[in-house]
């Protein structure tokens, strides 16, 4: 069964009854425009199939009561006395309830069974799909208007002071604001969107490499950091604001370590605003070039695709697995990296032959077997099925 129809069951063998309705909010893979978002970047996500369903029915308190399926996880909690636990899935319920009712929305109570298929820990966006699918649940049950916009800014902000992950805008947006058959170019300080076709005949791959990040929070809010400084040494508000050129001409002013995180920065913005053109013009090959250009950097300049203490790096594995494929226009790997998975771009003629060869290599090379899994762009969070009450 589908988590749809699963959490819809197991709502219905839990209270008697069809829920109110079954919301949903999706995953996403990121095409270009890795590490940008907290640099007030630009970026180019699109929303996925694999979501994250909630079945519920108002309460008349203020309780929250949700059956977690993939935890195993029977969560209870009282929207007037939130308070901080250990990281679980109950902290983001809290987090997105919190930053809700900071900003004044009503709330009510709601019960119910939430599922999801996004890989965890894979770079797919779970977290982000968690919580627009929560503050959706929230929006079902209580009287405030839906915008999608500032929805992803609270749910970003539950997950930055809630759950202490210092995230950017991008996931949460993508997960609020998908388009089916669409990529979406979103700038990360005006929150501007700008739809952009898949190039014709392609598909999108999600190469799962199995491998997982693994206490590595400390390493991203440090890219962060790097990040942060090098825009202050530059005297400017975020690397957002650095041109290639003003990088070269002010390169002294930075270590070398920090030169090489404000140098993917920088060309990363530059390549996804030159992605986009390549999609309007329907050019697949210009935009996979892009893809392993972004991923060269990601590895050289960001250092982010190799787990540090890991014998072998996996997404630079299975990029140049992928790449070996003719149908291949372009790969890259995708999320924050330090492991999870990797995107590619293929010919949708030969898309089965290309995950089956690509699979059988990476597996030859690391003995792990990967997830591969074709993707379209849908539609971002909203309810799925409503029933009568």
């Known amino acids: 069964m589908s988590p749809q129809e699963i959490v819809k069951q197991t709502f219905i063998e839990a209270y008697g009854d069809n829920p109110l309705v079954i919301v949903r909010a999706p995953g996403r893979v990121n095409l270009i425009g890795e590490h940008t978002d907290y640099n007030d970047g630009f970026v180019m996500p699109m929303a996925i199939e694999y979501a994250i369903w909630i079945a519920l029915r108002p309460r008349e308190d203020r309780q929250v009561h949700v059956q977690a399926l993939d935890f195993d996880a029977h969560i209870h909690l009282d929207l007037d006395a939130l308070s901080k636990g250990a990281i679980s899935p109950a902290e983001y319920i809290k987090g997105v309830a919190w930053a809700l009712m ?81 990529a979406l170019l979103i700038d990360c300080r005006s929150l501007e969107t700008r739809l952009a076709p898949l190039p014709p005949n392609t598909r999108v791959v999600v190469m799962d490499t199995m491998t997982r990040r693994e206490l590595v929070e400390s390493l991203y809010n440090e890219r962060r950091q790097q990040c942060e400084t090098a825009a202050k040494l530059l005297g400017v508000p975020a690397l957002r604001d650095v041109s290639s050129a003003m990088l070269k001409a002010n390169a002294k002013k930075l270590d070398p370590v920090t030169l090489k995180r404000a140098t993917h920065v920088v060309s990363e913005n530059e390549r996804t605003l ?40 996996a997404l630079d594995i299975m990029v140049q697995c992928a790449r070996k494929h003719p149908a291949c226009f372009g790969a890259r790997m995708t999320g924050a990296g330090f492991g999870g998975c990797a995107v590619a771009l293929v010919n949708n003629d030969a898309v089965h032959n290309f995950c089956e060869q690509t699979a059988q290599l990476y597996a030859e090379q690391t003995h792990i077997e990967p997830k591969l899994y074709v993707c379209s762009a849908v539609n971002g969070a909203f309810w799925a099925e409503r029933f009568m009450s």
């Not at 749910?155 to 949460?172: P, R, T």
């Open 102 to 182: 900071q900003e004044g929305y009503p709330l009510n109570g709601w019960e119910g069974v939430m599922k999801g298929d996004i890989p965890i820990g894979a770079g797919l966006s779970s977290s982000a799909a968690l919580e627009l699918a929560i503050a959706r649940a929230f929006y079902e049950v209580s009287e405030f208007d839906w915008d999608p916009n500032h929805m992803a800014r609270l749910s970003q902000k539950a997950e930055n002071e809630w759950v202490g992950m210092k995230c950017g805008i991008m996931d949460q947006m993508i997960s609020a604001n998908g388009k089916a058959d669409h």
């Open 274 to 313: 030159e992605a986009v053109d390549a999609m309007l013009a329907g050019d697949a090959k210009r935009l996979g070039t892009l893809m392993y250009q972004s991923h060269m950097s990601l590895r050289d300049y960001f250092e982010v695709t190799k787990m540090p203490h890991r014998p072998f790096d």
